[in-house]
């Protein structure tokens, strides 16, 4: 049963740089597309950023210019920095992996808590 485990969140003040990290484990294969998406309280899970086994990027409008998306093929491990938090920011991040064989199963971690805080 392949595992996503992400670790980096917690309470971080307004224009703090905290890291995110996820890896994968239990795996036999690579991933297509790994990323992060985010949920705040009341709303629907968005879509932070992705990046291929390539290196193509892809952000969400919100985090452009203040996130950068990183990933280690060989670790099968996505990083999220991220620069000048604001309270806006504040949400549960999920790691995010797509198998790059077959149909291309997805696969999510079970979330780390980012609270943006003074």
């Known amino acids: 049963q392949v595992q996503l485990e992400e670790s980096g969140g917690g309470l971080v003040q307004p224009g703090g740089s905290p890291r995110l990290s996820c890896a994968a484990s239990?795996?036999?294969?690579?991933?297509?597309?790994m990323g992060w998406y985010r949920q705040a309280p009341g709303n629907q899970r968005e879509l932070v950023a992705t990046?291929?086994?390539?290196?193509?990027?892809v952000y969400a409008d919100s985090v452009k210019g203040r996130f950068t998306i990183s990933r280690d093929n060989a670790r099968n491990t996505v990083y999220l920095q991220m620069y000048s938090l604001k309270p806006e920011d504040t949400a549960v991040y999920y790691c995010?992996?797509?198998?790059?064989?077959?149909?291309?199963?997805?696969?999510w971690g079970q979330g780390t808590q980012v609270t943006v805080s003074t």
């Open positions: 239990r795996i036999s294969f690579g991933f297509d597309v």
């Open positions: 990046i291929t086994s390539t290196g193509t990027t």
């Open positions: 995010y992996a797509k198998s790059e064989i077959g149909t291309g199963t997805e696969y």
